[in-house]
């Protein structure tokens, strides 16, 4: 079946240092991709997606692209801030199935 | 605000009891799906309904069960609670126009057994 892997956390980075979050997957078909954060206390938030290949996902400074040839999703920021703690999740979808979810990655990011 | 509607937020409980938690959905969203986030397993998904019939079924146990109602909100029920049963319980709500959307997630019903 459909899979993702994540790399796993904890990642510690200073404020205004460079972040990716390694992301690939495995599915049949052509599946949806999904970046969500979970901040914490709270519920999960749609972060970005992308739809098919080549497709980049863009929001709040963080981006990424979906590259079928190498079946990746990395995320990445240029500079993060102390308000990007949280967990993130790579996650996958095709058609109106359930999502499916890497295990998560926690930042934390230090002043 | 994802408008994805649970509650409680918090339930606290005894082992072997019942619990039933809620979700309403976004306005228009005909799919609801939970999902239980423990700290060992991570997220995993449950069920789905959609538009009122079951449509998927994932790592569900016996104990526990879930309905859609006809005004679309959904309940999720866990009996016969055990520690283990201990986790986030989050519901998705997704729309029925276009594959592939995103799933907007509820804050969550955080459950503790004693």
């Known amino acids: ?111 | 605000d994802s408008g994805v509607t649970q509650t409680p937020k918090h339930l606290i409980t005894a082992t072997g009891q019942r619990v039933t938690l809620r979700c309403s959905p976004r306005s228009g969203d005909l799919s609801v799906y939970w999902y239980q986030q423990s700290l060992d397993q991570g997220l995993q998904f449950l069920i789905q309904y959609y538009n009122g019939e079951e449509r998927a079924k994932g790592n569900i146990l016996e104990r526990f069960s879930a309905q859609q109602f006809p005004d679309l909100h959904s309940e999720l029920n866990l009996s016969s609670l055990e520690l283990g049963d201990s986790a986030l319980y989050f519901c998705a709500s997704s729309g029925s126009s276009g594959v592939n959307q995103p799933q907007h997630f509820g804050d969550g019903t955080r459950l503790s057994i004693l």
């Open chain 1, 1 to 111: 079946g459909d899979s993702v892997t994540q790399m796993e956390g904890p990642v510690t980075l200073s404020e205004e240092a460079f972040l990716t979050i390694n992301c690939t997957y495995t599915a049949t078909g052509y599946p949806s991709l999904f970046w969500y954060v979970q901040y914490p206390g709270e519920g999960l938030q749609l972060l970005l997606k992308a739809t098919k290949a080549d497709d980049k996902g863009s929001n709040k400074g963080f981006e990424a692209t979906y590259r079928k040839e190498t079946t990746s999703f990395h995320l990445e920021k240029g500079s993060v801030q102390v308000s990007d703690s949280a967990v993130y999740f790579c996650a996958l979808r095709e058609g109106n199935t359930p999502l499916v979810f890497g295990k998560g990655t926690r930042l934390s990011v230090i002043a």
